[in-house]
């Protein structure tokens, strides 16, 4: 036993030794005598070649489904025989790259056992397509320190009730990615049936020991979505107990442009007459005609839902009030339309001579602007609390700055424009002045209300580069106590220490929001340093603040049951096309999986799989 590493290194030397480890190594693996018989070798190679070809084949219909998937296109169309004149866009696409690569244009000439242009093919591509890509996202999800939820419920065209789900999350590349993950059919809208199908999808999302890393769910603010007792927040923050609820931000700016114009009785009728303008004109081409020829602009439609369509039509009014006006005045004076429409037209006339009209379009073309820069803000993905902080005090800073012009305002009706020579005072400067105080009141309470600070956006507080020198004189210990307590995965004392020593540093005093503070720590290596900042921007970031993804989601939804003319079926698979291109480009190898995928997804006559 002295001599044993002497005599085992001695023996690893010898040929014996060698010869037995290369029997070991190939042992069961490879046949001495198959590999000596040059014709399995030979039939292995044209095997090979074979699989090469139909991958090439495969890859570029693969493409031509990707490309109609992305510019939602119909795959089908109403004859696809060889002889059709229509055979639709994905056959046409498929003969287009046929006739730039002679590989293909063969195969489609030839082929007997597989072409990839059935309809059987199409779909068992768009399902492993629908898969591959389901697959990446959860691996991105696998790989992130925490996630959010955004959802919302509507009912679409074919009156199926829908819901989408899409994740929130900070990739491996430090990028805050919204992923659409799938559209879900639901019986019903209660928080119930809601809640369920929700919670179904996050046990696959995220499995047991992964529950934790929910920290946010964001819906429209519904009182389905949101009711504190028996809402689908409430039910899925029982599993998840740290998916703390945000209302989405662009539907309280909505509803608090709702409560200016709900509360005050000549507000809303302002609205009501404005919504009419783009009616008249609407119903009748012939009014249209004169509109294009007097005006040379259309009148945007009014939205009760969507307050950047008001803003349209009370900018487009305003600046074109006078041309407008001409425009009624030859639609009434013509002779040539029916009494209806002339009677329609002189109200106009009357409405855009009327003094408070026009203080009230005035006024409105004042506020509007402010309202369409926030809430072309909050449409983005890259928010953060941090941000929507910042946003929140500049909204309310110009409301302020409107509220103190009002004096000026009123009495001007439509400055830079020619008054009216008709004008009939229905209410005095005083009364004028009274209403618009009480608009900029409206919108400022409810702002301040609506955009309370709720847990998250304290938690802001603590990484808001302009309080920075107020927290160096004064740490904020009650903002760090709400913080920990709705994130008790963060280390109190550590983190104190942390944003102690980020208070003082001047560095990052020049950081706006949590997302530039973030990229800061991660480019500068600073990670392992500063781990529980990190782990708190991290939170913030991944904190939806908007379901404006989901919105975005449902208008795909739309376009593609309206023209593709498609069922639930491959639903999600085509909305993940459209939705998700961006990410089928960054994928290196995406088409190789897909084909991977096709090739083991059932036993096929043609060959993809290698020897």
């Not at 590999?35 to 090469?52: M, T």
């Not at 639901?186 to 920290?215: C, V, Y």
């Not at 029982?238 to 609820?245: C, F, K, P, T």
Request: aromatic content about 8%; charged content about 25%.
């Amino acid at each position: 036993m002295k001599h044993l590493s002497e005599k085992v290194t001695k023996h690893e030397n010898t040929k014996v030794h060698m010869d037995n480890s290369v029997k070991l190594a190939i042992l069961g693996r490879v046949n001495i005598a198959t590999q000596l018989n040059e014709g399995h070798r030979v039939a292995v190679r044209k095997h090979n070649e074979e699989v090469d070809k139909n991958r090439h084949i495969l890859s570029k219909i693969i493409d031509c489904v990707k490309f109609c998937g992305a510019f939602e296109l119909a795959l089908r169309g109403h004859d696809e025989t060889d002889n059709s004149n229509n055979p639709g866009i994905f056959r046409g696409l498929v003969d287009f790259v046929a006739s730039l690569d002679s590989v293909l244009e063969e195969h489609l000439q030839t082929a007997s056992v597989f072409k990839g242009t059935s309809k059987t093919i199409q779909n068992e591509l768009l399902d492993c397509m629908l898969s591959v890509l389901k697959d990446y996202i959860l691996e991105e999800v696998k790989r992130a320190d925490f996630i959010a939820i955004q959802a919302d419920e509507t009912t679409d065209i074919s009156t199926h009730c829908q819901l989408v789900l899409v994740l929130r999350y900070i990739d491996g590349n430090n990028d805050i990615q919204e992923r659409f993950f799938e559209f879900i059919t639901i019986q019903n809208a209660t928080a119930d049936t809601i809640a369920t199908a929700l919670l179904e999808r996050l046990s696959i999302i995220l499995p047991d020991g992964q529950k934790a890393k929910l920290i946010g769910q964001a819906y429209d603010g519904a009182n389905v979505m949101r009711g504190a007792t028996g809402g689908v927040q409430r039910k899925v923050m029982d599993v998840h107990e740290n998916a703390h609820y945000v209302h989405c931000y662009a539907h309280q700016l909505n509803l608090i442009m709702h409560q200016a114009s709900s509360h005050i009785p000549k507000i809303g009728t302002f609205f009501s007459d404005l919504a009419g303008f783009s009616a008249f004109f609407s119903r009748s081409h012939k009014r249209t005609t004169v509109l294009d020829q007097v005006v040379a602009h259309r009148l945007p439609r009014a939205s009760t839902t969507r307050w950047n369509f008001h803003s349209r039509a009370v900018n487009t009014v305003y600046e074109h009030r006078d041309d407008l006006l001409k425009c009624f005045q030859t639609i009434r004076d013509n002779g040539n339309f029916d009494p209806l429409t002339v009677r329609e037209a002189g109200g106009f006339v009357r409405m855009l001579e009327d003094e408070a009209f026009c203080f009230f379009l005035a006024l409105f073309h004042k506020i509007m602007p402010h309202v369409d820069m926030m809430f072309n803000q909050l449409q983005k993905r890259n928010i953060d609390p941090v941000f929507i902080k910042t946003l929140v005090q500049r909204f309310t800073d110009s409301m302020q700055t409107i509220r103190a012009s009002i004096p000026s305002l009123c009495g001007d009706g439509a400055p830079d424009q020619q008054q009216p020579i008709k004008r009939r005072r229905i209410m005095g400067t005083g009364e004028q002045q009274r209403l618009a105080t009480e608009v900029c009141d409206t919108i400022l309470t409810h702002a301040k209300e609506r955009f309370s600070f709720t847990q998250h956006l304290i938690s802001a507080t603590l990484l808001h580069g302009e309080l920075f020198p107020q927290h160096c004189v004064k740490f904020p210990d009650t903002a760090l106590e709400t913080t920990v307590e709705a994130y008790p995965m963060l280390n109190k004392a550590k983190l104190k220490t942390e944003l102690s020593l980020i208070y003082e540093n001047d560095e990052f005093k020049a950081c706006s929001g949590a997302v530039p503070l973030y990229q800061f720590f991660m480019e500068n290596n600073l990670q392992s340093t500063f781990t529980e900042t990190v782990s708190l921007l991290k939170i913030l970031i991944t904190t939806p603040m908007t379901t404006a993804e989901s919105e975005r989601c449902f208008s795909t939804l739309k376009r593609i049951k309206t023209f593709l003319r498609n069922t639930q079926d491959r639903l999600n698979a085509l909305a993940m096309l459209s939705m998700e291109k961006k990410l089928i480009r960054d994928i290196p190898d995406f088409n190789n999986r897909v084909i991977e995928r096709f090739a083991t997804q059932k036993e096929r006559r043609a060959k993809f799989l290698y020897k």
